[in-house]
């Protein structure tokens, strides 16, 4: 009963988060795995298109100039960028993560961090250690500050840290 909750609740959040930022599906998604793509999304009129083309091309700067800034390799994480990736692993069907009682605290840790986001910030990224021993939340502020919430798991508990540097100043989507 527990766990059925606990998806449920996560299932709310996350597509209260998605719903939260205003942008098409295949962008959120993205960032998986390493490119944001537009895939097969159809748009109504040349100039939604034009404008998701620059949303993508703002998210893919940011997101570039946050792995530089933190130095982050990326190929060790899975990056939790959609609904149904967050869903799959809560629901321990990602490959490697089925240790529900780490997969739960690692969920429990990155809503508290999500669940406040700064006006104007890019949609967040999530990254997942695939041996699960650390996490990551990151985004870029609307004044080009890159922000990482790097998650290590200690003795049983999740020491978070938190830091920002000066990065590129966000591109404009107009």
Not at 1 to 28: C, D, E, G, N, W
Not at 143 to 157: A, F, P, Q, R
Request: aromatic letters at 8%; glycine letters at 4%.
């Amino acid at each position: 009963m527990k766990r059925k909750r606990l998806i449920v609740y996560a299932s709310i959040v996350t597509v209260a988060l998605v719903a939260a930022f205003i942008v098409p599906k295949s962008i959120f998604a993205s960032r998986n795995p390493k490119k944001i793509s537009l895939g097969n999304f159809t748009y109504k009129t040349e100039k939604a298109q034009e404008k998701a083309l620059k949303v993508e091309a703002k998210l893919n700067d940011a997101w570039n100039d946050i792995k530089d800034t933190f130095n982050i390799d990326d190929s060790d994480y899975t990056i939790l960028s959609t609904a149904e990736d967050m869903n799959a692993f809560i629901n321990l069907q990602l490959p490697g993560m089925d240790n529900k009682e780490i997969v739960y605290s690692i969920y429990g840790q990155v809503m508290e961090i999500m669940k406040n986001p700064p006006k104007g910030s890019t949609i967040p990224v999530i990254m997942v250690k695939n041996d699960l021993s650390s996490f990551d939340v990151c985004y870029k502020l609307a004044d080009g500050t890159n922000v990482s919430n790097h998650g290590t798991l200690k003795n049983g508990v999740w020491e978070i840290k938190s830091e920002s540097k000066k990065g590129k100043p966000q591109m404009s989507v107009e």
